[in-house]
């Protein structure tokens, strides 16, 4: 179980250091912009294109650290109703629809990655950049959330093993 603990704190390091780069690259790039169009009348023309891909690489990199965290959005009106044995009942069948999900997308974003990498496609925009590095951020953000709710499934089986899952997270709740 330490294994899978520490493999889950590693991906969330990771993942939000790429999330961070990737926002950070965005403020750069966007005011790189700003001050190319104001002052020297000219732009990057690929300002657009990358900002989308920064900021989809930093939502889906987010993902696995905010549920590791405890700071996802969750809806409790039917669990909050429910005695502790039949919400960890509903709490291990949410997790493993998750976590279906999860691995039934990863898998689409794999074979889409592993295609647009053979058949070397590029954007269509003015610089050809290589479509299969966003799709493989993707992948690595999926694969990330996964492990996280593999091992919080792990952790509702076994709560003695500690894996855990909501290190941060705030009950908002009474």
Not at 39 to 49: G, I, K, Q, Y
Not at 115 to 143: C, H, M, N, Q, Y
Request: aromatic share 10%; net charge negative; charged share 15%.
């Amino acid at each position: 179980m330490a294994i899978i603990q520490r493999l889950v704190r590693h991906l969330c390091t990771i993942c939000m250091i790429g999330a961070t780069t990737a926002i950070t690259t965005l403020v750069l790039l966007i005011l790189t912009e700003i001050l190319l169009r104001s002052v020297f009348d000219s732009s990057l023309l690929v300002t657009e294109e990358f900002a989308g891909y920064l900021v989809s690489g930093a939502i889906i990199l987010a993902l696995a650290p905010t549920f590791h965290d405890g700071a996802m959005i969750r809806l409790t009106l039917l669990s909050d109703c429910l005695s502790e044995n039949h919400r960890k009942v509903l709490e291990l069948c949410m997790t493993l629809i998750a976590l279906f999900v999860v691995l039934f997308w990863a898998r689409y974003i794999l074979r889409a990655a592993l295609k647009l990498f053979d058949r070397g496609v590029t954007s269509p925009g003015v610089f050809a950049f290589p479509l299969w590095i966003p799709e493989g951020v993707t992948l690595f953000g999926l694969v990330s959330l996964a492990v996280v709710i593999f091992a919080h499934g792990l952790n509702l089986i076994w709560p003695k093993a500690s894996v855990n899952t909501n290190e941060g997270a705030i009950d908002y709740g009474d």
